[in-house]
């Protein structure tokens, strides 16, 4: 059968009957992601470079960002084989769960593509128009929706961090929410993509925390007794954001500062939309306000910027997203990558607090 891979080993050899454990093969496929990255990464790097995919740079953006042009882009398709490869071979795929978050990062994934391609290959400076990317995203975004709220089982309850009782019932006003968060997080991400390993460095934490998320939420004892939503079937894609996590540092190595590769939009736009989906799976789409808050701020700032500038005709930062405004204010640019990891983390830390204070 095409949905069985490695996973029903367990069940046809005792040799493989360590399959069986999530927590294994949710290890296997971090391990699997990372070596695929170094396996594959350098061929990605020289097709990209071959098919002259270089990166076009803002002449109003800051000076220093001039020297990366030329630098090829739409590295994150390593990203996304590097993520569904090893889900489709440790991952049990008669999950439901598994396939919805793919869909949205394969889904993703080629509309960035495409816009890419156009701009990098053809050399049409536009791409696709913004209409045209939202409403493929809403559209994505929406259908998740709808399945969701015609999944027997599937509440349409939002919980909120150290509320326990605060869990309203949005009805079929979940399905726009659902696509609110999907498409939120696709956006934020894309935003902060403007530094040499800016994005995928909180992607890859973000992933972490959910991974830890998506154990608890698919164990009825724990979700249980740490008082947060049973999602039966949620626990499957810890592997998935093992794979996340995996194919984040295996990126980068190569993107790290300075850059080898940049992930494009078929990397940001597929990898926001995954983490907003796994928030939503899991019940914990007010969580990935607190765990992505460095994505949160990008993407406010951007709005404030146009918003402030549009009513006021001042401007609110020197440049947005709010990492250009600190690159304008002289400080360099490994100093604002590293700062924003750490800031991650702490909110990732903060996050993982809530599961004690509800």
């Known amino acids: 059968m095409l949905y069985h891979l490695l996973y029903p080993l367990a069940a046809d ?9 999530l927590t294994f093969r949710t290890i296997y496929a971090m391990i699997t992601a990372l070596v695929l990255s170094f396996i594959v990464g350098p061929w990605v790097v020289r097709k990209l470079e071959g098919l002259q995919a270089r990166q076009v740079i803002r002449t109003d953006g800051p000076e220093s960002h001039l020297k990366k042009q030329g630098t090829p882009t739409m590295g994150g398709v390593l990203i ?3 993520i569904v490869v090893p889900t489709l071979l440790w991952a049990d795929l008669t999950n439901i769960f598994i396939w919805l978050t793919l869909l949205i990062l394969g889904g993703y994934g080629v509309l960035g593509f495409v816009d890419d391609y156009k701009k990098v290959v053809e050399k049409n400076p536009k791409g696709l128009s913004p209409r045209q990317k939202m409403f493929w995203q809403v559209i994505l975004a929406g259908g998740v929706g709808i399945f969701l709220y015609n999944l027997p089982g599937f509440s349409t309850e939002v919980y909120f961090p150290f509320f326990k009782r605060l869990h309203p019932e949005l009805g079929i006003l979940y399905i726009p929410f659902v696509t609110l968060v999907i498409v939120g ?11 040499d390993g800016l994005a995928i460095g909180p992607v890859a934490i973000n992933a972490a925390t959910y991974l830890l998320f998506c154990y608890i939420a698919g164990n009825a004892r724990l979700s249980g007794y740490l008082q947060i939503p049973y999602v039966p079937g949620a626990g499957e894609l810890a592997v998935l954001c093992g794979a996340m996590v995996g194919a984040g540092l295996g990126f980068l190595w190569y993107n790290a500062y300075p850059a080898e590769v940049f992930m494009g939009d078929v990397g940001s736009l597929s990898l926001g939309g995954a983490l907003g989906t796994l928030a939503v799976l899991t019940k914990q789409e007010i969580l990935l306000v607190i765990v992505g808050g460095v994505f949160v701020v990008e993407a406010l700032s951007v709005i404030f910027q146009v918003g402030s500038y549009k009513y006021r005709g001042k401007r609110i930062f020197r440049m947005a997203p709010i990492h250009h405004h600190f690159e304008l204010k002289g400080v360099a640019e490994p100093k604002i990558i590293v700062r924003f990891w750490i800031i991650t983390i702490i909110l990732a830390l903060v996050a993982i607090s809530t599961l004690k204070m509800r």
């Open 13 to 21: 050899y005792r040799l493989f009957n360590v399959f069986k454990y």
């Open 185 to 195: 997080a696709s956006n934020a991400v894309n935003l902060t993509d403007g530094l």
């Open 80 to 82: 996304l084989v590097c």
